[in-house]
């Protein structure tokens, strides 16, 4: 019914030439030309905000799910690779540090690390798309990590034969995995953020939701308008549909009001209380497996303090500001977590600097001894596990929020067409009933 | 240290001609002799004939007994510390490799150094293992991070204006490894070819500027040379055929071929500040060429080169 009624107002609202022009011109001369021309304005503005509605609930729907199910687990995802790369590298230096048969525990744990990384690159590369930098460092790594798998094997089997060339191989595969596969991750950790960013404005989709605002204004002051000029040209002070009509536009405004409100400040919660902890704590998470890292390669160099540890300092200095950071932002649960793991990093530092004076006092095997044993390994750990829990709270409440700035928007696209649909029937009966008696 | 004999001259030419297997450029300083680009015949290296590289510093009579070094010197130095420093590599089986059984670093060069600790302390124990990379070896001993520097490293006339070095304890010579399928028999067939040494080494200069122009790659250590040889990224490795054969013994698919292109006496480097130690250190070498050390040393690491050859006579400039 409406869209019939679309097909006859169209020539009202579309800039026509001469002749229609002129028509609606002489239609203002008359009262039921007057009548017609409200209708199909009340049509047309009815019909508008009803798609608009739809559309704005049904973009802000597909950003928060595009951000709740492909951004931001890109960016865990990320993570994951890119900490897990940075593990796997540390591991299969602590190995090598150990001396003799590499420990069966190291060995685990680095296979763990490694199919954690491949893993995540499978399911990270499901939400890329082709092209940009994002789809580029992904198949830089998918190219790399078989190679850096195969360095690892060939160093840990010629270790097995008590060949040194063993020790070459496991440096060339730290250095790809420094100079190339650690890069590239860290490079599509800063994409997945760029995209949740992007992902944060889709989601609140501001431009449709500025123009639905404007429509709903506009139906609703013309409502009135119409409503009164009805009163003063038939002497009846009410038209009951086009009153019913005027709710039925509030009853829209206040319902989108609702769902587009709420979803904004679940979406503000997901940033403030999922999305950016969760970034900060994955750093602090790649900062710590760094520092460990830098620790083992320099003892691995065994050439003194060089590059390796002057970057430990400077990644210790990065991460304790880090940590404060992410404390002094993060709730009750969050701060736990976080003050254990600034605990941990505390107690880890000491040792790394015992582990230091050891070995610039010459003693070399006491030094590996600390660096490798298990108080030590322990102490990381704290961090690492910290830092981790830490990570599952805050992606945990990232979901729940997501989830609930969801809700509701589905209903909004069906919601909202449906009682743009009602308004124009009210109106249109409401002018009919005035213009049957003009005939 | 200038020229003193043709006939010495004659042999130092033939000596430096390929240059040596350490850090070409050892510290910063406007192009030496041994910089130059090369010559558009010849070795690219001009060589150095401005001394005499294998004489050092003449030893006292008398060694001073073990934890009773003479007060003010650097021995009594090195003494009150502890340990002593030595500088060396990590990845030269044979010369000083990284057991991967025992994480331990080892070798001739390593044994040459507890020899040094052996005498200072009476324990061999007694010494700081810290690696360099090939071309930080003499700017190591010269700031004096080390105090001692026994790393494959050859002595000529270039390096001696930086450091001190002590008298010969080895004699290698340069050569090619390839893979046991190749047909290239020395340098002069691997034209076009990509041949691999560490990087800031005269090995590479070595090949650089071959005749026969193959193709030079750089690699941080001679380890990871091998890494690239086995990875199919180099044809070959140019350098002294005593790291060559640490190299061959860890890959049964390659052989050295090629006749000796230079000779490369190796000594140990010392900082000029202290030449009392290096006279110490050559008292200690020169007792253990008499006493049979030496000999021992060679056969514990290198019996696959052959009978122990008698040891480099000590030459002595003053």
Not at chain 1, 229 to 243: G, I, K
Not at chain 1, 280 to 307: H, K, P, Q, V
Not at chain 2, 70 to 83: E, F, H, K, L, V
Not at chain 2, 146 to 155: E, G, K, S
């Amino acid at each position: 019914m409406s869209t019939a009624q679309l097909d006859r107002a169209a020539p009202a609202v579309a800039p026509a030439p001469g002749g229609v022009l002129h028509r609606v011109r002489r239609l203002r001369h008359t009262s039921p030309g007057r009548l017609q021309l409200i209708l199909a304005v009340l049509l047309t503005l009815g019909a508008l905000t009803g798609l608009v509605a739809g559309i704005t609930a049904a973009a802000a729907r597909t950003g928060t799910d595009d951000l709740g199910e492909r951004a931001q687990p890109l960016l865990v995802e990320a993570e994951t690779i890119y900490s897990a790369l940075a593990d796997a590298d540390t591991t299969a230096a602590q190995a090598f540090l150990a001396g003799g048969l590499e420990p069966a525990e190291l060995t685990r744990r680095y296979e763990a690390d490694l199919h954690r990384a491949t893993t995540a690159l499978t399911s990270a590369a499901r939400r890329t798309a082709p092209g940009g930098p994002a789809a580029e460092a992904i198949s830089a790594l998918s190219a790399d990590i078989p190679r850096y798998a195969a360095l690892v094997a060939s160093a840990r089997a010629n270790n097995r034969q008590g060949l040194p060339v063993g020790a070459s191989y496991l440096s060339t595969a730290s250095r790809l995995s420094r100079e190339s596969l650690q890069p590239q991750a860290q490079a599509l950790f800063r994409s997945a953020q760029r995209e949740v960013d992007a992902g944060y404005s889709d989601a609140r989709s501001s431009w449709w939701t500025a123009l639905l605002v404007v429509l709903l204004l506009t139906l609703l002051v013309t409502l009135l308008l119409a409503q009164r000029h009805l009163s003063r040209a038939t002497r009846r002070t009410f038209n009951l549909p086009l009153l019913a009509a005027t709710g039925v536009t509030l009853l829209l405004a206040l319902t989108t009001a609702a769902v587009l409100a709420g979803q904004r400040a679940r979406l503000a919660d997901a940033r403030t209380d999922g999305s950016r902890p969760v970034a900060m704590l994955a750093e602090a998470r790649i900062l710590a497996l760094r520092e460990r890292g830098d620790e083992a390669l320099t003892l691995a160099a065994r050439a003194g303090e060089g590059a390796q540890e002057k970057d430990f300092d400077e990644t210790s200095r990065q991460l304790t500001g880090l940590l404060a950071d992410i404390r002094r932002q993060s709730g009750a649960a969050t701060s736990a977590a976080v003050t254990a793991a600034t605990e941990g990093h505390r107690d880890y530092v000491a040792a790394h600097d015992e582990v230091r004076a050891l070995d610039n006092s010459g003693r070399y095997d006491d030094a590996v001894e600390l660096a490798i044993g298990e108080p030590t390994t322990r102490t990381f750990t704290v961090l690492t596990d910290g830092l981790g829990r830490g990570l599952e709270d805050r992606k945990a409440d990232f979901t729940r929020e997501i989830d609930d700035a969801g809700r509701g928007l589905g209903s909004l696209t069906v919601l909202g067409p449906l009682l743009a649909l009602v308004l124009c029937v009210l109106a249109a009966a409401g002018i009919r009933a005035r213009l049957e008696e003009y005939r | 240290m200038r020229i003193r004999a043709a006939a010495v001259a004659a042999v130092l030419t033939v000596l430096a001609a390929a240059g040596c297997s350490g850090d070409s450029t050892p510290l910063a300083r406007p192009a030496g002799p041994s910089a130059e680009a090369p010559a558009p015949a010849g070795p690219a290296t001009a060589p150095d004939t401005s001394c005499r590289p294998r004489a050092s510093l003449r030893p006292p009579a008398t060694l001073p007994e073990p934890g009773k070094m003479p007060a003010g010197s650097y021995m009594r130095t090195i003494q009150d510390r502890g340990r002593l420093v030595l500088g060396t590599g990590q990845d030269l089986l044979l010369f000083s490799s990284r057991n991967p059984f025992t994480g331990r670093i080892e070798g001739f060069d390593v044994d040459m150094g507890r020899q040094i600790a052996d005498a200072i302390f009476g324990d061999p124990d007694k010494i700081q293992i810290k690696v360099i990379p090939y071309d930080k070896r003499i700017s190591s001993a010269h700031d004096g991070s080390v105090d001692l520097v026994a790393n494959t490293l050859t002595a000529n006339c270039a390096r001696w204006k930086d450091v001190d070095f002590s008298t010969i304890y080895y004699d290698a010579a340069k050569r090619v490894l390839v893979s046991s399928t190749s047909k290239a028999r020395g340098m002069g067939d691997l034209g076009g070819r990509k041949v691999c040494a560490a990087r800031g080494s005269t090995s590479y200069d070595g090949i650089v500027s071959a005749a026969s122009k193959p193709v030079p790659v750089a690699r941080d250590t001679f380890g990871d040379c091998l890494v690239a040889f086995q990875q199919n990224e180099v044809d070959a490795i140019s350098t002294d055929d005593a790291i060559l054969a640490g190299l061959a013994a860890q890959d049964p698919f390659v052989e050295v071929v090629g006749e000796p292109l230079s000779q490369e006496p190796y000594a140990m480097a010392v900082s000029k500040e202290h030449p009392e130690f290096t006279r110490f250190v050559n008292a200690v070498l020169a007792r253990n060429r008499a006493n049979g050390t030496w000999k021992r040393t060679y056969e514990r690491w290198l019996p696959d080169l052959g009978a122990a050859p008698k040891p480099p006579a000590a030459e002595y400039r003053d």
